[in-house]
């Protein structure tokens, strides 16, 4: 199975700041990639996919890179409501896994 | 729009079964793929299966042999049934799209099952 590893586990910016996260994959995925944004008792939202395709009706403060194995997310001029957790999660191949995700703070 | 909209909580005890529904509307259901991804509480995703368009399935090897996942294209509807259920199957499960891409573009609202004696 391939593995996808998150770091940072948490992060705390504030208002207007620029934050990446980023997911390592244990063998390399081209751009099976994909980011979730999820909030509290709430369902996951896609956010990117194929590492860099922004989702229709997702803001443009958020961007992805990435090929193979290293990949990240970027939040630019980060805002109150982008407090949640991301989640990576590889399509490369069955079974599909996710990260084990980064929880943002708003300071 | 597209809505896919499940079944409600569940409790069971260790060794029932249950069967959650997701129902699809706002696309053509037979069109797409469809997920189901779990989430204990407080803890990540994990990807359980997912059944296409013509009926076939692919389940995680975990799963294998605990799990079924069925639709109904008569009421545009998919099934989870998950047996046998131990206390850490106690999670929110979530229908999820598949966007013809392996990623996951829209989501039940999710179904709490706690399995509990």
């Known amino acids: 199975d391939i593995q996808v590893t998150q770091s940072p586990s948490s992060v705390s910016a504030s208002v207007g700041d620029r934050v990446t996260i980023t997911c390592r994959a244990s063998?390399?995925?081209?751009?099976?990639l994909a980011w979730y944004q999820q909030k509290p008792g709430k369902a996951p939202k896609l956010l990117i996919y194929a590492a860099s395709t922004l989702q229709s009706g997702v803001s443009s403060r958020f961007s992805g890179s990435g090929s193979g194995t290293d990949f990240t997310l970027t939040v630019s001029s980060l805002q109150p409501d982008d407090c949640a957790t991301y989640y990576c999660?590889?399509?490369?191949?069955?079974?599909?896994?996710f990260g084990q995700g980064t929880k943002l703070e708003i300071k | 729009q597209v809505q896919l909209v499940q079944s409600g909580a569940e409790v069971k005890k260790p060794g029932a079964s249950v069967k959650v529904s997701c129902k699809a509307s706002g696309y053509t259901f037979t069109g797409y793929n469809m997920h189901w991804v779990r989430q204990a509480p407080g803890q990540g995703l994990e990807w359980m299966g997912w059944?296409?368009?013509?009926?076939?399935?692919t389940y995680a090897r975990k799963f294998q042999g605990r799990v079924t996942m069925t639709r109904d294209t008569s009421i545009n509807t998919a099934y989870l049934e998950l047996r046998d259920l131990r206390s850490d199957d106690t999670a929110a499960y979530y229908c999820?799209?598949?966007?013809?891409?392996?990623?996951?573009?829209?989501w039940g609202q999710g179904a709490l099952v706690t399995v509990s004696s």
């Open positions: 063998q390399g995925i081209d751009r099976w």
């Open positions: 999660q590889q399509a490369n191949s069955v079974p599909y896994t």
């Open positions: 059944i296409n368009p013509n009926g076939g399935t």
């Open positions: 999820t799209r598949d966007n013809s891409w392996y990623f996951f573009d829209y």
